[in-house]
């Protein structure tokens, strides 16, 4: 018996929202900077270290984990701004906040013996970094069509 060969399908290509993009990319960036700091806890002497009150240069505090926690939860925070606030302010918010934590990561390499672990780790957060900047200031724009009121108008009717 000869089978016919059925035609093959080209898979749709859906476009995905900047603020899913930005969501993601925001989700992806926690992720690496939860393990990277996961995964550096079987680096030898940093459980001693941590047990001693120290982490890196830094006494263990309220202020070191205040601060810590500030840390993770802005980009956290990131994921669900992303999707709420208005187009203007999410796509601003974006690329201060984005460009904020470039310096912020790249910090994290000063004194770090293994380099090829935070290396990797901050190349990665870097270029999510650069995507969410790049996604921001890209945002697509819709030109006032031709049948559409102008602002003004429109607010002048709201007032009359």
Same mark, same amino acid.
């Given at each position: 018996? @000869?089978?016919?060969?059925? $035609?093959?399908t080209?898979?749709?290509?859906? %476009?995905? $929202?900047?603020?899913?993009?930005? !969501?993601?990319?925001?989700? /992806?960036? @926690?992720?690496l900077?939860?393990? +990277?700091?996961i995964?550096?806890?079987?680096? %030898?002497?940093?459980?001693?270290?941590? #047990?001693?009150?120290?982490?890196?240069?830094?006494?263990? *505090?309220?202020?070191f /984990?205040?601060?810590?926690?500030?840390l993770?939860? &802005?980009?956290?925070? @990131? +994921? +669900?701004? *992303? @999707?709420? #606030? %208005?187009?203007?302010?999410?796509? &601003?918010?974006?690329? &201060?906040?984005? *460009?904020?934590?470039?310096?912020?990561?790249?910090?994290?390499?000063?004194?770090? /013996?293994?380099? =090829?672990?935070?290396?990797?780790?901050?190349?990665?957060?870097? &270029? #999510? #970094?650069?995507?969410? +900047?790049? =996604?921001?200031?890209?945002?697509?724009?819709? !030109?006032?069509s !031709?049948? *559409?009121?102008?602002?003004?108008?429109?607010r002048?009717?709201?007032q009359?």
């Open positions: 018996m @000869m089978r016919t060969r059925q $035609p093959t080209t898979l749709e290509d859906q %476009p995905i $929202p900047v603020r899913a993009k930005l !969501a993601a990319a925001w989700t /992806s960036f @926690m992720f900077y939860a393990y +990277v700091d995964l550096n806890f079987f680096t %030898p002497g940093v459980i001693e270290d941590i #047990l001693d009150g120290k982490v890196f240069e830094f006494d263990l *505090s309220q202020t /984990s205040t601060t810590a926690l500030t993770v939860a &802005i980009p956290i925070i @990131m +994921v +669900v701004l *992303s @999707m709420t #606030l %208005p187009a203007r302010a999410t796509r &601003i918010t974006n690329l &201060i906040v984005a *460009s904020l934590y470039v310096p912020v990561t790249a910090f994290n390499a000063v004194g770090e /013996s293994w380099l =090829y672990f935070y290396g990797l780790g901050i190349v990665l957060e870097l &270029i #999510l #970094l650069a995507l969410i +900047v790049r =996604y921001a200031w890209t945002w697509p724009r819709t !030109a006032p !031709a049948t *559409s009121p102008d602002r003004e108008t429109v002048a009717q709201q009359a």
